[in-house]
C-alpha cells in the first residue's frame, strides 16, 4: 500500500512562526535552513546561515527568500525541499562559479536574450544597478540575460561591456515585445466586476507592463484609449489589467487591489502587493497598506479623483 504513503505534514498555525519567513513555522524554517546548509557543503561551500540568506566564505551573498516561497507553495510538503533545494543551489553555484555567458557568447546572442525586468527594490543592490529606471515607488526596471538555467540580471559593470544602455532597451524591450501571451483569464462576477489576466511561466510575464499597450490590444483586440487602465503585477508569473473607459473602474479597482495583495504574499518573484493607475506608461500606486502594514485601502490623488467623477458624469457602460 505504498502508494498511500504520505509526506510530513505542514506544522499549523498554532505553532510558533519563524520571524523571517513566516509562513514557516520555527521548526520547518530549522529544517529549511539546515538543508540549505547541508546542500552548499556537499557542493563543496561552507556558508555562515542567516535568517534570509547566507554569505560563503568568498563573501558571496545568497538570498533565500524565492527558494523559501517555492518550497512552502509546494504541496507535497517538507519530504520534497531536499531534491528541491538541491537543484537550486545546484544551479546558483554552477552560475556563480562557471564561465560568464558575457563572455563565452556573441554579441549578438546576447543581444537576442536580452529583456526588461520590473522587479522590487528589495532584490537588487542599489550600488551595482545605478542605471536601473524607476517604473513606480519601489519597483525599478533592469536588464536581463536570459539563459537555459536561470536569469542573469546585469549590473552597471556588466552593461559597459556590452555597449550603449539605451540601445540595449531598446533591443530589450522589442524581444519583450515577441513574447507569446502563454495563458490568458477573465476574472469576472455577478455584479459585473471584471479585470483581465495574463499568466506564464516567463520570468517575464509581470514586466511585460512595459508594452501594456501591445499587450492589452493582443489579449482583448481593443487599443487603450487615453485613460490608461489599472495594473497589478503581483510576482513575476502574473499582470492584471483592467482598461479604463466607464465607471467599471469602481468595482475593478477594489477586488484588483485584494488580488494585488493576496498574489504577492509567499511566492517566488514577488513584484508588488498595489494595484496601479497606468498611463502613458507611467505607473501612480493607488492601494498600500496601513501604518501598521495590515489594513488594505485605497489612495488616490486629485487626478485620479477628477477622472473617477469624469466617468461618473459620462454614465455607466459606454464602450
Known amino acids: ?33 539546515g538543508r540549505v546548509r547541508e546542500t552548499f557543503a556537499e557542493l563543496g561551500l561552507e556558508v555562515t546561515v542567516y535568517a534570509g540568506h547566507v554569505i560563503d566564505d568568498k ?19 517538507p519530504r520534497v525541499w531536499p531534491g528541491m533545494i538541491h537543484r537550486h543551489i545546484g544551479l546558483v553555484v554552477r552560475a ?36 536601473a529606471r524607476t517604473v513606480a515607488p519601489g519597483l525599478y526596471e ?18 559597459e561591456r556590452l555597449g550603449d544602455h539605451r540601445q540595449l532597451r531598446d533591443r530589450a524591450l522589442r524581444n519583450l515585445r515577441g513574447l507569446p501571451v502563454e495563458e490568458h483569464e477573465t476574472v469576472r462576477d455577478a455584479d459585473g466586476m471584471c479585470f483581465e489576466i495574463i499568466l506564464g511561466d516567463s520570468f517575464y510575464t509581470a514586466s511585460r507592463v512595459l508594452d501594456l499597450d501591445g499587450v492589452v490590444q493582443r489579449v482583448t483586440g481593443l487599443p487603450l484609449g487615453e485613460h490608461g487602465a489599472l495594473v497589478a503585477l503581483p510576482f513575476r508569473h502574473q499582470l492584471a489589467f483592467h482598461p479604463i473607459r466607464d465607471t467599471s473602474i469602481i468595482p475593478a479597482l477594489g477586488a484588483m487591489a485584494s488580488f494585488a495583495a493576496a498574489g504577492y504574499e509567499d511566492v517566488p518573484g514577488a513584484i508588488s502587493p498595489y ?28 487626478d485620479f479623483h477628477d477622472l473617477l467623477e469624469r466617468l461618473i458624469a459620462q454614465g455607466p457602460d459606454r464602450r
Open 59 to 77: 563573501g558571496r551573498r545568497f538570498g533565500l527568500g524565492n527558494l523559501a516561497a517555492v518550497c512552502h507553495q509546494d504541496r507535497r510538503g
Open 142 to 159: 533592469v536588464l536581463a540575460l536570459d539563459l537555459p538555467e536561470s536569469v542573469m540580471m546585469l549590473t552597471d559593470e556588466a552593461l
Open 96 to 131: 556563480m562559479d562557471g564561465p560568464s555567458a558575457l563572455d563565452t557568447l556573441p554579441p549578438e546572442q546576447i543581444r537576442a536574450q536580452l529583456y526588461p525586468r520590473v522587479v522590487s527594490g528589495d532584490g537588487i543592490d542599489a550600488a551595482a544597478f545605478g542605471y
Open 275 to 302: 494595484v496601479f493607475w497606468w498611463r502613458g506608461g507611467t505607473l501612480t500606486q493607488l492601494s498600500e497598506h496601513d501604518a501598521d502594514g495590515g489594513e488594505l485601502r485605497i489612495v488616490v490623488g486629485d
Open 1 to 33: 500500500m505504498g502508494w498511500l504513503r504520505r509526506g510530513p505534514r505542514r506544522d499549523g498555525d498554532d505553532a510558533p512562526r519563524d520571524p523571517e519567513f513566516a509562513y514557516f513555522s520555527q521548526r520547518e524554517a530549522a529544517l529549511f535552513r
